[in-house]
């Protein structure tokens, strides 16, 4: 059965940081992972990529403020920095394409 869970999510103020977590099971692919994100109303968009040789690429949006990273072949990282209120939005990990199954996600608000 294949499992993505996300973590790390929650409020955080203008200017603040926040560290996201998946954790993938179920599954071997040889596909590049990745972030997406979803806010209200809008399409759920690919944020951030990284391939199993660690070649990294990133949405124009969030490029210089997020890191993506993997602990294992199962286990990615997304370090966000200097978050804006435009960040707000639900955030999934998945293989890039993405598989036709996903998490539940995990809320990141940014607000004062």
């Known amino acids: 059965q294949v499992q993505l869970v996300e973590s790390g999510g929650g409020l955080v103020q203008p200017g603040g940081s926040l560290g996201l977590s998946c954790v993938a099971s179920?599954?071997?692919?040889?596909?590049?992972m990745g972030w997406y994100r979803q806010a209200p109303g809008k399409e759920r968009e690919l944020v951030a990529t990284?391939?199993?040789?660690?070649?990294t690429n990133y949405g124009d949006s969030v490029k210089g403020r997020f890191t993506i990273s993997r602990g294992n072949a199962k286990t990615l990282y997304l370090q966000m920095n200097s978050l804006k209120p435009e960040d707000t939005a639900v955030y999934y990990c998945n293989y890039v394409p993405p598989y036709d199954y996903w998490g539940q996600g995990t809320q990141v608000t940014v607000s004062s």
């Open positions: 179920g599954i071997i692919s040889i596909r590049a």
């Open positions: 990284i391939t199993h040789s660690g070649f």
